[in-house]
């Protein structure tokens, strides 16, 4: 693996992650996003994570100014991947909108480059045919708060050649991931696929009525031993791709319409999108989960 320079597309809260995270361990990373104001965003989220590694990661907050040093923001995608040799991608969970990137990625990124896609639902075969290059094209899947939740879940599909999978998998390890090699395609990964079913279980009692959310999160907690709720795990996550992806089976399922529309009128459209802008179903910085007495 002679991997350098990592272009980061989409910079959302995961990908900001991602883009942090390659950077801290010494990768040159270029972000590229589709406008100034989500470049904006982008740094900000960076100035924010830089904070975050000088208390939980660093050993000397040096360490941190490297990485922001190595950091390089782009609207041009052009330009962010002239010298890629991996590219990840983090853009929104929607197939239409993923599928139009590779479309894009593939008449300007160089030969020697790798995609990867960061999706947390779809698959690689999805998209392998407008990469162009379906041999040089895997799945490289990221926990949210990655420098803690350290899983990435790497799964090709059936025209990758291994020799990439091997390099990609060799990158996961440098960045400090435990590499979670995924043998065969499953929509979900592994870890959605555990995840997913708990956090729609979790909003179908909400929305039918059944429980307010921190009653079911205060139930998981206390039976588990987790330290997070569905709804405490939803607000990490984002709820904007919490509606992605129950607004995906609004039509086949009734529920999940349901459940769509409570997420965009109570929360989206309040700009409650969860821990990013401060507020989802908790508030933060410091949300009533997080109280000692929450649990009595």
Do not use: C
Not at 68 to 97: C, H, M, N, Q, W
Not at 188 to 194: D, F, H, Q, T
Not at 236 to 251: F, H, K, M, R, W
């Amino acid at each position: 693996m002679n991997f350098k320079n990592v272009t980061v597309a989409g910079s959302g809260v995961l990908g900001s992650q991602i883009a942090f995270q390659t950077a801290f361990k010494g990768f040159n990373v270029s972000v590229y996003d589709i406008n100034e104001g989500a470049i904006k965003s982008a740094q900000e989220r960076a100035q924010k994570l830089a904070e975050t590694y000088k208390h939980e990661v660093a050993r000397h907050p040096s360490e941190v100014d490297d990485a922001l040093a190595r950091l390089s923001f782009y609207t041009d995608l052009g330009e962010a991947v002239k010298d890629a040799d991996l590219v990840i991608e983090a853009v929104p969970e929607r197939i239409d909108i993923k599928t139009s990137f590779y479309e894009q990625l593939a008449k300007v990124a160089p030969e020697k480059t790798i995609f990867a896609t960061n999706s947390s639902t779809m698959i690689p075969s999805q998209f392998r045919d407008a990469t162009g290059r379906p041999e040089k094209f895997l799945a490289l899947h990221f926990a949210n708060e990655i420098w803690k939740n350290n899983t990435a879940e790497i799964m090709e599909h059936d025209g990758t050649d291994s020799k990439y999978v091997t390099e990609v998998i060799d990158f996961a390890r440098a960045i400090g991931m435990v590499p979670l090699h995924i043998l065969k395609e499953q929509h979900g990964y592994i870890l959605n696929s555990l995840l997913i079913p708990l956090l729609n279980a979790a909003q179908a009692l909400y929305a039918n009525g059944i429980a307010e959310p921190q009653t079911i999160d205060k139930t998981w907690m206390i039976a588990t031993g987790s330290p997070r709720g569905p709804f405490a795990i939803l607000d990490v996550v984002g709820l904007q791709t919490a509606y992605n992806i129950v607004s995906a089976d609004a039509e086949k399922n009734p529920i999940a319409g349901k459940i769509a529309d409570i997420l965009k009128h109570d929360f989206i459209d309040q700009g409650k999108m969860g821990v990013a802008t401060g507020e989802g179903f908790y508030k933060y910085p410091n949300p009533a989960y997080a109280d000692p007495n929450f649990l009595k």
